[in-house]
C-alpha cells in the first residue's frame, strides 16, 4: 500500500475514527446542552415561567427529535463518505500500473 497515494492503513483508520469520534461527542454535547436547558426551564426554583417554559420545552423537543436526528444522518453520510473514500484510495494504492 501507499505506492501511489502514500498513505499508510493506519492514517486511513485514524481518519475514520477520529471523524466518528468528533461526530459522537458534538452529539453529546447537543444533547447535553438540551437537557441543561429543559431543566432549568422545568425547575420552579431556577428558570420556570408558565408560558414561557412551556414553548422552550416544546421547542427543545423540536431541537432533540429533528435536528439532532438531521446532524445524525449527515455525519453519518460524512462517515460514509470517508469510507468509500478510503477504499478508493486503498484499491488506488493496490493497482498496478
Do not use: W
Not at 45 to 61: E, G, W, Y
Amino acid at each position: 500500500m501507499a505506492d501511489k497515494v502514500n498513505l499508510r492503513q493506519s492514517e486511513y483508520e485514524t481518519i475514520g475514527t477520529e471523524l466518528s469520534n468528533m461526530h459522537t461527542t458534538q452529539l453529546e454535547n447537543i444533547n447535553g446542552i438540551i437537557e441543561e436547558i429543559r431543566t432549568m426551564v422545568t425547575d420552579e426554583q431556577v428558570f420556570a415561567v408558565n408560558d414561557i417554559s412551556s414553548k422552550i420545552t416544546d421547542m427543545l423537543d423540536v431541537v432533540s427529535t429533528d435536528v439532532v436526528a438531521l446532524l445524525e444522518q449527515i455525519f453519518e453520510g460524512s462517515e460514509n463518505g470517508v469510507a468509500n473514500m478510503i477504499i478508493s484510495m486503498s484499491l488506488t494504492d493496490s493497482v498496478s500500473v
